[in-house]
């Protein structure tokens, strides 16, 4: 018969085995990644790919029918308002005396005094809001200095003030080109009037450049009889650059003009500076590359840096628009990863005394990578990422090791 302190021992034996067996039986703690609930700034876009494009192009055509000299510009050569020849019109046949010839020309002048006589109250127009904006302005900028204007009134007056700007220049730069194919309409109508002047050199009609920039494609290079109104060149400034980027209609509602933007995807590392200008007031319908019809708006962005300093962007280059919908500099912030739904509302798995707890949270503003807290959280909660299928309410958990 063995001794009590043989029977004491024996006891603390099974005792070992009987919780060994138990911890052996236990789960495991499931490896965790955890975050610490903060506020954080926030900032809430809406994203999609763009385009640039020149804001003022202008197609030279034939302001009559005749033979085309051939044209010895290149895409990207530079070309001066009214000084660069781009070409010249040569007679083909007595047939730019006839009737028919001149009723054309004639009609072609008075479209264009009527283009002529359109744009200058346009142009009246654009000045005398730009005057009031910058008045309105200023009264702002006033204001502000003694903190009786809301900042977010001024940024909204800038911004207006920067559009008016830019009606402005399109004003006159349509203006101009108005009264450029008001001159070369009467031109061609001089050289259709049996009165003119005889001779080789009078039925030689030189085409000068209406606009100082570059030349942007070449629609007929080789001589070649043209009918009037027939395509010749493109020019346009590659500077006065824009970008216009189709959004879902659903996405267009909540922009507004004034929005700042953020261009990436354009070949830097740096992102660009935008706004925008207009939301067009038409949608179109567009099929998405997974066959679905979509209803798109265009949006159009000014770029809000130097052109000096700009990257070298021309026409037609892809670039990401990211348009901020909604931004705070200070909110409580949870990562999106955190996130799952649990009924109808959204929750999270919370770390306490090394269990996950489900916690029901109340969400505001959102983007793909966090999301604003309202209710439910306090900052220096942890809280776990990607949780999966394998965290469930009450799971031991361990933090993962980097």
Known sequence: ?????????????????VAAIVLAMQPRPVAVDLAEIGRAPLVVT??????????????????????????????????VAQETLLTSLEPTDPSLLDPRAI???????????????????????????????????????????????????????????????????????????????????????????????????????????????RVLRVFQESSTVVQAGARILEVGDPADLEVVADLLSTDAVRI???????????????????????????????????GIEEQRVNVLIDFTDDAEARPPLGDGFRVEVSVVEWESDDVMTVPSGALFRHGDNWAVFVARADRAVTTPIQL?????????????LSAGDQVILYPGDRVAEGDRIEKRRE
């Open 1 to 17: 018969m063995a001794s009590f302190p043989q029977r004491i021992l024996i006891i603390f034996v099974c005792l070992c085995i």
């Open 46 to 79: 809406i994203t999609d790919d763009g385009q640039t494009r020149i804001r003022e192009r202008y197609v030279v055509s034939a302001p009559l029918g005749g033979r085309l000299v051939r044209i010895e510009f290149d895409p990207g050569d530079e070309v």
């Open 103 to 213: 009723a054309e020309a004639q009609a072609r002048v008075r479209a264009a005094e009527a283009r002529v006589s359109r744009a200058k109250p346009r142009l009246e127009s654009a000045k005398v809001a730009l005057d009031l904006l910058e008045t309105e302005m200023g009264r702002l900028l006033h204001l502000s200095e003694h903190s009786a204007s809301a900042q977010q009134d001024l940024d909204q007056k800038k911004a207006a003030f920067r559009r008016a700007g830019y009606d402005l220049e399109a004003s006159r730069s349509e203006l101009q080109i108005s009264e450029f194919e008001l001159d070369v309409a009467r031109a061609a109508l001089t050289r259709t009037d049996e009165t003119s002047p005889s001779g080789e050199n009078s039925w030689s009609f030189p085409i000068k450049s209406p606009i100082s920039g």
């Open 256 to 290: 507004e003009p004034g929005d700042r933007v953020s261009l990436h995807q354009w070949g830097g590392d740096e992102p660009l500076p935008g706004v925008v200008r207009l939301v067009e007031p038409s949608a179109f319908t567009k099929v998405s590359a997974l």
């Open 364 to 376: 505001g503003h959102r983007n793909d990578d966090a999301a604003e807290v309202l209710e439910g």
